[in-house]
């Protein structure tokens, strides 16, 4: 089973920019559609951003046009590019794949990203 490995993020002020990396454990050429998510304290985890093998892309009404996420299966690696970055996207973000699996055991430990000033 493919563990992965968030990084990346941080504190931010409003208006700046992160790029968060995902890290596979083994190959994702044969995960259809991976994705970024993210919780906050009390809430569900929730899909913002998800893309396809073959590079077709959806994301959540209130990132789009800030977030772009990319992949890189020869190196087994995801990426997530935040731009204009909110105080609401302060959050725990976490790649895998989509839908995401119900094991606790099968989420890395994410990656803090504070938007603050």
């Known amino acids: 089973q493919v563990q992965f490995v968030e990084s990346g993020g941080g504190l931010v002020q409003p208006g700046g920019s992160l790029r968060l990396s995902c890290a596979a454990s083994g190959s994702t050429s044969s995960i259809h559609t991976m994705g970024w998510y993210r919780q906050t304290r009390g809430n569900q985890r929730e899909l913002i951003a998800g893309?396809?093998?073959?590079?077709?892309?959806n994301y959540r009404d209130d990132v789009r046009g800030r977030f772009s996420i990319a992949r890189d299966n020869v190196k087994n690696t995801m990426y997530l590019q935040m731009n204009n970055l909110k105080p609401d996207d302060t959050a725990v973000y976490y790649c895998?794949?989509?839908?995401?699996?119900?094991?606790?055991?099968?989420w890395g430990q994410g990656t803090q990203v504070t938007v603050s000033s």
């Open positions: 893309r396809t093998i073959g590079g077709s892309t």
């Open positions: 895998n794949k989509v839908p995401g699996p119900a094991e606790p055991s099968s």
